[in-house]
């Protein structure tokens, strides 16, 4: 037979329980919507928050890699820009080289060829000190490789400098021709100087195609290592809203069992009339 004391009101105890079990995955719920996480800290589930925090911190970290490696991109971009400048103007100084190897000029118009091909010369080693990218150049052989990040352990992709400088094309500052003899010869120099210069950028093209390829790696593992960590962390927020729902309606249903229960010890009043 069941204990009728006003002391103890075990039926009371038991709603007062559940309700507060309730309440208490209400509270879990609520913060899962209004974070959208549902592991926020580590006394969620330490060992999946653990790994989460340490994949968002190498997803994190890529982003130094990317921009090492668009720098690196930049460089190169800016190198190649040269030698299209300078390949075109090979061209041009070949040129000037052949009208000047015509003996049947006169000295005015072999003068002003002559003139022309070495304003071209000068452009040249223009070009190539210019092509610098942040105080940077892999064009004007003041370096012989650059390393750029490539991956969070501090790997690196590396790029050889290739000297577009007259001296790197096999010319000089003095390069010229004081006859048509001399500039016929000059027309094999430039030949040669202006395949050397093509082989190079073609050797740079190789680089930047490296770069952009392994750039698009890098952002493709980075999202890859975000969705991961969403995976983990993440709240199905259509499971949590109708699970919100449930648990609200199962809130009131407790308050009602509570206040059933409480309202039996008042019965005891009618047994003393």
Do not use: C, P, Y
């Not at 000190?129 to 150049?137: D, E, H, I, L, R």
């Not at 969070?152 to 010229?176: C, E, M, N, R």
């Amino acid at each position: 037979m069941a204990l009728n004391s006003i002391n103890t009101n075990a039926g009371a105890l038991i709603a007062l329980q559940n309700l507060n079990s309730t309440s208490s995955e209400l509270a879990t719920v609520q913060q899962r919507i209004s974070t959208g996480k549902k592991i926020g800290s580590a006394k969620d589930n330490g060992a999946i928050w653990a790994t989460a925090k340490n994949q968002s911190a190498t997803a994190s970290s890529m982003n130094a890699v990317k921009d090492s490696l668009q720098r690196g991109q930049s460089t190169i971009d800016v190198a190649l820009a040269a030698g299209d400048t300078i390949t075109d103007l090979l061209g041009k100084m070949k040129e000037k080289a052949l009208a000047a190897s015509d003996t049947s000029l006169n000295t005015s118009s072999f003068n002003a060829l002559k003139a022309d091909f070495e304003s071209l010369r000068d452009q040249v080693t223009k070009a190539a000190t210019n092509a610098k990218f942040n105080g940077v150049s892999i064009a004007d052989g003041t370096t012989t490789q650059m390393t750029f990040l490539a991956n969070t352990d501090g790997s690196g992709f590396t790029v050889s400098a290739k000297t577009l400088s007259l001296a790197g094309i096999g010319l000089s500052i003095t390069s010229t021709f004081a006859n048509a003899t001399a500039a016929k010869t000059m027309i094999a120099s430039i030949s040669t100087a202006l395949e050397t210069a093509t082989n190079k950028l073609a050797s740079l093209g190789t680089s930047s195609t490296g770069l952009d390829t392994h750039l698009t790696f890098v952002g493709k593992l980075q999202d890859a290592l975000d969705a991961g960590v969403g995976n983990l962390v993440d709240a199905d927020l259509a499971k949590e809203s109708a699970r919100l729902q449930s648990l609200q309606t199962k809130q009131q249903l407790g308050i009602q069992a509570l206040s059933i229960a409480n309202s039996s010890s008042a019965a005891i009043l009618g047994l003393f009339r």
